[in-house]
Structures are given as C-alpha cells and as structure tokens.
C-alpha cells in the first residue's frame, strides 16, 4: 500500500480490531500533517478522546449523564410506582418489583418507613388526603395501610388481582378497582366496606372525583361508570356507541370534577360531563379514522391524560411517543411533541401551562404547551421511566425507574 495515498486507523475495544481507511488525497490538511496528527492519538485509551464523537456511542453517553439531585436505591427491582405526600411534598413512596414499598425524605433520601409483607410486585403506593397514611399494594391484590408517624401497619385485606389503588380527597377511606370487575371502598382503619359490582371485567382505572360522592371508573370492555359513593349505585353508565372500543388505560378529572378524560387501548380519548354522563368530546390523533388490526390499535393506545388547570388544554400521551396538546372547547389539536420512545405518564404542572412526560428511553421531558416546544430534557435513568410524580410548586420531580432506581430531580427553569 502506497503510504502517500492511505493509511491506517485502528481502534482497539477489547478483543475487536475496527480498522478504518481513510483517503488521505481528499482530505485538508496534506498527508504529512494527518500523519502526524494520527501518530498523537494514544490508541490504547481511545476513549479520552474526547473531542472525537466518534469514540463514544450515543447510548454510553446518556447513560453517564445524570442530571438528578439525588438517588434512591434501596429497591432491588424495578420501581413501578412513586407518590408525593400531599401535606408537605417533603416524603416520597415508592413501591417496586422486589415486593416492598419504601417511605423515604425526598432531601437527603433517608428511609423512614419500610414497607414489607407484600407477596408480590408493589404497584401501588400513596399517601392519604392528609398524609398520615400510607397504602400499599401488590399484583396478587394484598393491600396495606402503615400509620407514617408510628411506622406500623395498622390494617390490611386481600382482593382479587389489584387494577389500581386510590384514597379518597378528604377522608379516610380508600378504594381500590380490581380484576374480576369490583370497585372496594373501606374506612381506614376499621375496615367497614362496600363494594361496587358491574360486569366480570377488569375494572382497569378509577377516581374519586374531587367534591368526594362519586368515583368514575373505566373498565376492559370500554365502559365508563359513575358511581354514588354513599348510594353504592352507578349513576351513569357510558356503554355502546358511545363506549371507547377497547380497554380504558387511564383517566382524569379537571379541577372542580366536572369533566373526565378517558384513554383507552383504542386510540382515543373521551371528554365525559360528569353531571350528565355525556360524551361531549372525541380526541385522537387519527382524526376519528378507524384503526387497521387490534394489533395496531394496540400499538397506539393512550397511556396518560391530563387537563391543564390555567387554559382550556388537555394532554394525551401515546405507547408511539407522540404527546397530543388539544383545546378542548374547540377540540382543535394545537401541537404535537413528538418522543424517541413511547410515553408512559404525564403530569401538568399546578398552575402553569407546562406538562411533564415520562418515557421508555428513560428522559423526563417539559414542553410548553403554548408553543408545543420542548423546555427541558432531563436524563439519569439507565432504563425506562415508569412513573413519576411533580410537586406543587413544580420545583422537583421524583421518578421511578426499571433500573431499580428513583430520582429527585430539581426542575430549574429560566422563567422562575
């Protein structure tokens, strides 16, 4: 080989030889330079090249940068689920795959109750309305309540496989939707219960709505109901045509309750008035168009949706990474930010038109929702977010992750 026309550059990783040809007639500076240059580089630490992209992989990249304050990692397995308390926001819950929950101070991630006893996965994990109470709950459906101050389990009661969990907004009572179609309600800690029978089919989603006497609650078939809490009956049933066309993933309320979003695995959302029981509102990104196969329908389901408490927006966050901004009055889709992977939980900020997503490339996102553009990208997690969670004054996040680990992340943003 003609020395003045080519040469040689070979990158050593482990055991593999990459060898790189380059034409030196082509390239600036002359081929005498380039050799000289070549002969700087300390091949057997390639990796501290660091004005070179070409040394490092994107994925090695993010998995270095970590933009968290601070890391929880008592978990041994994934964390699936993490709550705020409402009183303070100072203490986070987090529940995980390792069959544990964890109550830990958010400013220097000291454990202050340790939640054992579960029997399987803890997918759910919340603090009551006043934040003395901690519930926890596994996959199998064994659910406990711990008394935070004292650190003991005060009750607990075993359900059919456990859908969703949740606490009533100003009282101590909780509810719970499970598998085989139920929805539990009980007084915390005496145990008094009622139940809310509909069809044996998952009841998938549920919420209390915020004046506390009723619950809407979204089931596999597509149905939505309102139940009376004090009655025990549903006060309207929203089925047929009118019904999503596959399972409800999730679902919300504005702030006085008197509308509701629903998402389903068939692509779409529905905006429901609460005192009529009507649909007054049909949002997808396919314009309505029906789907191709369940597959597909699948593939696009709508995992997390959310109304804006400043502007008349809502949010809808897609398994194909697209986050739908909509003016709900007009019904007139505004943006669409669009992620690398697919979205699993949003959360607008409290009083601001910034919404929050968390996704399976492991980034938490803030957009603007006025401008559809992105504000901030935070990254730290070596696998997929799973939940995540932001405080009232929208100041720090917590996340949980498939990496076994959850984060607090501050959320410094040039407006504040």
């Known amino acids: 080989m003609d020395n003045n026309t080519q040469g040689n550059a070979i990158e050593l990783h482990g055991d593999e030889e990459i060898v790189e040809v380059i034409d030196l007639n082509e390239m600036e500076p002359g081929p005498d330079d380039l050799a000289d240059d070549l002969e700087d580089v300390d091949f057997e630490d390639a990796g501290n090249a660091d004005d070179d992209e070409g040394w490092e992989t994107e994925d090695e990249m993010e998995a270095e940068q970590d933009d968290s304050e601070l890391t929880f990692s008592k978990h041994t397995g994934s964390v ?42 803890v997918t759910c994990a919340l603090f009551s309305h006043d934040s003395s109470m901690v519930a926890t709950g596994d996959m199998s459906g064994m659910i406990k309540v711990w008394k935070v101050d004292t650190k003991e389990e005060i009750w607990s009661f075993e359900v059919g496989d456990l859908e969703w ?10 509810l719970a939707g499970t598998d085989d179609g139920n929805v539990w309600m009980w007084k915390i800690p005496s145990g008094d219960c009622k139940t809310f029978q509909s069809s044996a089919c998952q009841a998938t989603s549920g919420k209390v ?16 109901r309102v139940w009376d809490l004090k ?40 905006l429901i008035n609460t005192a009529t029981g009507k649909v007054v509102g049909v ?63 949003l959360q607008w900020e409290e009083s601001s038109s910034v919404v929050s997503t968390c996704c399976l490339d492991g980034a938490l996102r803030l957009w603007d929702a006025r401008s559809g553009s992105l504000v901030c990208e935070y990254r730290g997690h070596t696998a997929e977010i799973l939940n995540f969670t932001i405080n009232r004054e929208a100041s720090l996040a917590v996340t949980a992750s498939g990496d ?12 504040r």
């Open 80 to 121: 699936f689920c993490v709550s705020l308390d409402p009183a303070t926001n100072s203490m986070a819950v987090t529940g995980g795959e390792d069959d544990k929950a964890y109550v830990w101070r958010v400013s220097d991630g000291e454990v202050l109750l340790e939640c054992t006893g579960h029997k399987d996965s």
């Open 165 to 174: 969990l949740e606490w009533h907004p100003c009282a101590p009572v909780l």
């Open 209 to 224: 709505l915020p004046d506390g006497k009723r619950a809407v609650v979204g089931y596999e078939d597509g149905t939505v």
């Open 231 to 270: 009655q025990g009956n549903a006060i309207h049933v929203i089925k047929g045509r009118d019904a999503h066309q596959g399972a409800l993933t999730c679902l919300a309320c504005n702030k006085d309750g008197s509308l509701v979003l629903t998402g389903s695995v068939d692509g779409c959302a529905k």
């Open 283 to 345: 949002f997808s990104v396919e314009d309505g168009k029906a789907k191709g196969s369940p597959d597909k329908e699948e593939s696009n389901s709508v995992e997390s949706v959310g109304f804006c408490n400043i502007l008349p927006l809502v949010a809808l966050a897609y398994l194909d990474g697209t986050l739908a901004i909509y003016d709900f009055s007009t019904q007139v889709l505004r943006h669409r930010c669009q992620h690398e992977a697919g979205i699993v939980h």
């Open 404 to 415: 076994n680990q959850a984060k607090v992340f501050c959320l410094q943003r040039p407006d």
